[in-house]
C-alpha cells in the first residue's frame, strides 16, 4: 500500500462522519444554545462583563468553558479533530504573517499598559480561562468546523464568506443581555472584520490553533483592562484595516482554489467525485 493510500484510509478511519453544512450548523447552534443558556442562568449583564474577579467568572469563563466542553464531545465522537484542526495546504504572500505580529504587540501592549495595583490573582485565572474558552470555542464553530462543513459545498470564496457572517452573527444577541441596540450595528462590523483577518490567519498558517489563542488572548487584554481600570490603546484599531488587506490577499491567492472536504478527510463531496480506479492506481505510481 502506497504513503498517499495509508494517509487516506487513516483519516477515514479517524473521520467517523462525512463533512457537511447541516453538521456545522449543529455544532454552531448548539455552542450557542450553551452560551446563551449559561447566560441567561447567572443574569448576565453584558456592559459589566469583565468589571471583576466575579462578573469574568460568571459571564466569561463560564459559558465558553461549557461551550468548550460540547464542542470537544461532539467532534470527538465525528472524528473531526485533524480536519477542523488543520488544513492540507497554505495560501497568501508571505507579508500577510505582519496581521498576527502586530496582534501580538497590541495584546502586549494591552496587557502591559493595565494598572497592576487592581490585579489579582483570581482575576488573572478566570481571565486566562476565559480566553481559552473563547479562543476555542469561538473558533471551533466557525473557522473550525464549520469551515469543514462549508468545504464540502462551496468553493472557498463563499466558505470565508458564510463563516464570517455567522462569527459576526453570534454578537447579536448581545443586544438582549444589554448592549445598547446602537452599538451593536458596529460591534457586528468590527467582528466580521476582525473574523475575516482570523480566517485569513487560519490559511496562511494551515492551523487553526494559530487564531484560537491569538482570539482568546485579544479578547482577555480587552477585559483585564476594563477590569484593573485601564483604557486599552486606540492602537488596537489598526488590526481592522490590515486584517481587511490580508484577507483579501488570501483570497485573490486562491480565488480559483477549493478545499473540499474530500481533500482533507478522504471523503467523497458533490462536485468532488471518487476518483476513478485507473486515476487512483496513475496517483500512487507517483507517490
Known sequence: MSLHQESRNTELSTSRRKPSVWMGMLLYLGYLAVFFSTWTINGVDYNRI?????????????????????????ISILGWWRIVLFDKSKSGPPWVWILPVVMVAI?????????????????????SLGAVGVGFGEEMITRGSMIVGLRSRFGEGRVWL???????????????????????????????????????????????????????????????????????SNVQFAVYPLAIACVIAVLLNSRNARLPSYSLAGFPTKGNPEPKKHEKGARDNEA
Open 50 to 74: 469583565g468589571e471583576n474577579a466575579e462578573t469574568t467568572k460568571l459571564w466569561y469563563a463560564f459559558p465558553t468553558l461549557f461551550g468548550c466542553a460540547f464542542l470537544v464531545v461532539a
Open 107 to 127: 495584546i502586549l501592549n494591552n496587557i502591559f499598559g493595565m494598572p497592576s495595583g487592581k490585579l489579582s490573582a483570581e482575576l488573572v485565572v478566570w481571565s
Open 162 to 232: 458564510i463563516s464570517t457572517l455567522l462569527f459576526s452573527a453570534l454578537h447579536v444577541p448581545n443586544v438582549i443581555f444589554g448592549l445598547p441596540m446602537l452599538a451593536m450595528p458596529i460591534q457586528v462590523l468590527l467582528t466580521f472584520i476582525m473574523g475575516s483577518g482570523l480566517y485569513a490567519m487560519r490559511r496562511m498558517s494551515g492551523t487553526l490553533i494559530l487564531p484560537m489563542v491569538l482570539h482568546g488572548l485579544w479578547d482577555s487584554s480587552l477585559f483585564l483592562n476594563v477590569a484593573t481600570g485601564g483604557m486599552p
